[in-house]
């Protein structure tokens, strides 16, 4: 059994135990095609079988959220959930969509302290809860788009956010609040997509059930944005390198109609990269 479920995540509950639900009504090994915080709802692809092998093809697939985020104010975890602590002013509407485009594009970030991010072997949340004093070194992230969409209270305003894998939507409300000349946090986060995988066609975690989990199952083939290697050497099923007359890159592979994996493609030669029937 391969493929994936595209599971809605609720509030409050976290990726891992999401995972632990799926895999329970399975009873097959599964993993999530990135993570999503226990506060924030939304799409938490999971991967079934060997399809949870996939991972390292969607750290690059652009995430879409709605995001909430409070001005005037900041917490120790940048979210709702840490303690509040207010500060500094409240930005207007027209001053927030000025500051936008400065966060466009490819752009230095440093993670929340409280994270998964490991320092020296340990992740940040942990030395966070102990009290270290430690800074997370700034990763390079992408920006496709971010868009101010309404005020939603006095201190509060809802973005659209497009943005590549890695990016953390907490730094940016710290990152854009102290660009406003003030504080800020995160008060509300809903992923909608995640690569091929779209709120729209989601199924609701409280909703999957051991009678129907099995038709959740979307198959590997179909989010893989790959081309199909035709005609290759029955060779390339047993290890050998084949020469294909394509072009370099990834292909999806099928062996006698039936879906086999993923093959890489380099400088005419085809050699089966992953299996995954």
Avoid: W
Avoid at 82 to 98: C, N
Wanted: charged share 25%; with cysteine; net charge positive.
């Amino acid at each position: 059994m391969t493929g994936f479920v595209n599971v809605f995540k609720p509030e409050g509950v976290g990726s891992t135990k999401a995972v632990g639900r799926v895999k329970y009504l399975l009873k097959t090994p599964c993993g999530h095609m990135g993570t999503l915080d226990p506060l924030a709802c939304g799409v938490l692809p999971v991967g079934v079988g060997n399809a949870a092998r996939l991972f390292d093809y969607f750290l690059g697939k652009e995430k879409r959220y709605t995001a909430r985020f409070v001005f005037g104010a900041t917490t120790d975890t940048l979210d709702r959930e840490g303690e509040i602590v207010r500060g500094g002013r409240v930005p207007a509407a027209e001053e927030v969509a000025a500051a936008l485009p400065a966060f466009v594009g490819e752009i230095m970030q440093t993670p929340p302290r409280y994270s998964a991010v490991s320092l020296q072997g340990r992740r940040g949340y942990d030395l966070a809860r102990s009290g270290a004093a430690f800074e997370l070194p700034a990763k390079q992230v992408r920006i496709a788009a971010f868009t101010l969409c309404a005020q939603t209270a006095p201190d509060e305003y809802e973005f659209e956010i497009v943005c590549g894998g890695g990016t953390y939507i907490r730094s940016l409300a710290r990152d854009l609040a102290a660009a406003l000349g003030t504080q800020g946090y995160m008060s509300y986060l809903r992923r909608t997509a995640s690569g091929p995988f779209t709120e729209g066609t989601s199924v609701p975690l409280e909703e999957l059930t051991a009678e129907n989990i099995r038709e959740c199952i979307i198959p590997t083939q179909s989010v893989l944005p790959f081309p199909v290697l035709e005609g290759a050497d029955g060779r390339i099923f047993n290890g050998v390198g084949v020469r294909v007359p394509c072009a370099d890159g990834r292909y999806k592979l099928y062996r006698e109609g039936e879906f086999y994996g993923i093959a890489r493609v380099e400088n005419g030669i085809a050699r089966a990269e992953k299996k995954l029937c």
